[in-house]
């Protein structure tokens, strides 16, 4: 059977109040002209830092001036309790990144040895005279976990899901004109519910949300697009209106579209007749002309801006970005974007920031998706739960296509506190809760319901797989479901009942059975959700050779904490086993990935975006010699230490192996400008060459040929002694939100600014002005020491600070010393450009 989802999408409801006037609706040439310059300025903005400045905002950010305890307080509900002594922060946060690394710790070498626990946040809100008669409501974009939240010691509810995002009505428990309180218990005490690093506390960002009794309901904007072609684009939105007065209303719905220079793309305008109490949900369908398509390459976004009107008021004022692209499934044409095949390169990511924990600031997010870029992806799976907004925010606008994931068990669980402990209760909610807020992000391709299910092989998974693919295509039928299924020594084939209920079969580890699959079931689309990183060249020659085959994703594209020791390499003597056999401590972290935790591109990188990409030609990198009589040990999720090095003492004159990826015919390896040798480098080669060098220090050089003439080199320095500190930041310019973030590496190098890939000084680090370090990093995942701090070791001669703003613009300025190297300094300056209204 042909399996076709024509598709939309776009980007997740950013709710904004672009102008509030009674008469804009009238006044057309003032109306564009204060959405020409919102428009824009929101473009130039910071994903995701919303910020409002008046008490009737829509959407207004409530992250700062929290109050933490940790710890566990029954009368931290309350109104009155006296918080005077308990620690001030600003949103987001998680508190397990700043405790101690510790084989005690209860969540283990899954958790990373992190603390968890259970803490408070409590944080005031003033309803102000002018919201009586509207609805105000707040919504939490991620609590990990157990979330119960109280206003003026009233609960609202408890949320156990961790990544969900949720959110409660405040209107009927307000003091107008006084201080509400605002409290939050986080309960993450019952361990191991995570086989990853999960973190702890309020770790996304929170909101108010202000809107007349009559507005668009909560992600009640759908937005899709049946039609696409380079000529026109059908916009099929469908609006769902609340209203939450006694009375019935009739409303004007008018819906408008701009593109990305603020210019009308089209408009729309209904009567709607609302019943009292009721929600209605509109249809409305415009056409665009000459549409800017969204792909990775070319990400266009436009925005459709939802007005609510009565009596030429403007009640509500709703606006969301989407892309107008078209997506199509078929084993005939594999993965279709706009009418064109495309070949998934994606890279599985777990959620967290390195240094910053769970820790969801919208630059990290941003940085992350900037990393995954560079590294050559061009899709990646969010394993195994829902990201945060500001990821897919970035996403979309970097062009980045993702496999949106909901669980990592349903109703049998892989540890005694896990997901499968509420999945009967919860799965539905969070389940809906994931498609509704995500639906209209162009860059979600795909939906997953699952990973590596326990009773994938029983006839009761099939059920339940089918009740969770039915549910989610009541909201949205516009993309396929998969889920991630991994043999258990059983027959592959016993599963072809479950991979029949999804629309694509997601295959872990097992893409090498994909042509004997496609014999047996030719409709079958099969894309391959993790695969072992030494597997990369065996991965994409399936993938190119087999339209059937729409992709691969590596387990992992970045490194990560938690699941300690899956990845690692060890010698001969040390523990030995796979990443669950053993407690690995100090190791507390994942070393699979494809880029490290400070950002750097291990050779695997520059290996994978070749086989994909025709951006890099050519990447040298040296096999790590074991000293002997020690062997160098691999583990499954592993690939050999290779690194950009020609600093090996100790090996004078002994042989070390060189590895050269190339896209060019031939390549030729120099050292000391003396010929070493030369090796075809194509497809038969699987592009790469290995030479066997005697070493000696000194200029090691690779250059591509390509038709016996030289071209493209890559150049490997033996370095000097430590000599320098080199700073270099991200960016030297931040905003001044208390959010944004500057990520500095720091590289030692010789005197001749050489990195010294065995450098190891200890770094400090000291901050002045209006900022703060917010995390440091080595990216050495045995290196147990607190990842909030001012100083850290250098690991193969590199290191990672990042700085946080202020709230008040200004110079930050980072000095780096390390013992017997000059002192190195840096200015961060930062500007207000986008502050918030602070509740």
Known sequence: MKQIFGTPMSNRSLYRNNFSKSNAHNNITLYLGILTTLFLLLLNCTLGNAQSKGNNERKQLFDYNWKFLQGDEALAKTRDFNDKDWRGLDLPHDWSIEGKINPKNPTGGAGGYFPAGIAWY??????????????????????????????????????????????????????????????????????????????????RHV?????????????????????????????????????????????????????????SAGKALVKVE???????????????????????ETPHLYQAQIQVLKAGKVLDDATTYFGIRSIKFTAENGFQLNGKTVKINGGCVHHDNGCLGAAAFDRAEQRKVELLKAGGFNAVRTSHNPPSEAFLDACDKLGLLVMDESFDCWKIGKNNNDYAKRFNKWWQRDLEAMVLRDRNHPSVFMWSIGNEIPERADPEAVKTAQMLSDALKKIDNTRPVTSAIVNNGKNWNVFDPLMAVHDVAGYNYNLHSAPDDHKRVPSRIIVQTESYPRDAFANWKLVQENNYVIGDFVWTAMDYLGESGIGRWYYSGDVPGEHWENSFFPNHGAYCGDIDLIGWRKPISHYRSMLYNNNEK???AVREPAPEPLEIKETLWSVWPTWESWNWPGFEGKTVKVEVY???????????????????????????????????????????????????????????????????????????NGQDLSYITIEITDKNGTLTPNAVNRLHFNIEGLGVIAGVDNADLKDYEQYVGNSRKAWHGRALVVIRSGRREGDIKLTVTSAGLPAETLIIKTAVKDLSHNN
């Open 618 to 620: 050519l990447y040298m």
């Open 274 to 296: 609302l019943p009292a109490n009721s929600e209605k949900e509109i249809t409305q369908t415009i056409q665009v002309s000459n549409p800017k398509l969204w792909t990775p």
């Open 207 to 263: 909101w108010i949300n202000v809107t007349d009794p009559v507005h668009v309901a909560h992600w009640g904007l759908n937005i899709s697009t049946p039609v696409v072609s380079s000529k026109k684009a059908i916009i099929l939105l469908k609006t769902k209106i609340k209203n939450g007065t006694a009375t019935a209303q009739q409303v004007l719905v008018e819906t408008l579209l701009w593109n990305k220079s603020a210019k």
């Open 122 to 203: 409590r944080k005031t809100l003033n309803a102000p005279l002018e919201w009586k008669g509207k609805e105000i409501s707040i919504y939490f974009e991620g609590v990990y976990m157990n979330a119960e939240v109280f206003i003026n010691g009233k609960s609202l509810g408890i949320r156990p899901y961790g990544y969900s995002s949720f959110n409660y009505d405040l209107s009927p428990y307000l003091d107008f004109d006084k201080e509400n309180v605002i409290a939050v218990r986080v309960d993450n005490s019952q361990q191991i519910n995570s086989r990853w690093y999960s973190g702890s506390g309020i770790y």
């Open 662 to 736: 190339s896209k060019y015919q031939k390549v030729r390896l120099y050292l000391n400008d003396k010929l070493i040798g030369e090796q075809a480098t194509t497809l038969t080669q699987q592009f790469k060459a290995t030479f066997q060098v005697p070493y000696a220090p000194g200029l090691l050089k690779a250059v591509g040929v390509e038709n016996d003439k030289e071209t493209g080199v890559a150049i490997l320095q033996t370095a000097g002694d430590p000599a320098k500190i080199n700073l270099r930041a991200d960016r030297i310019e931040i905003l001044a």
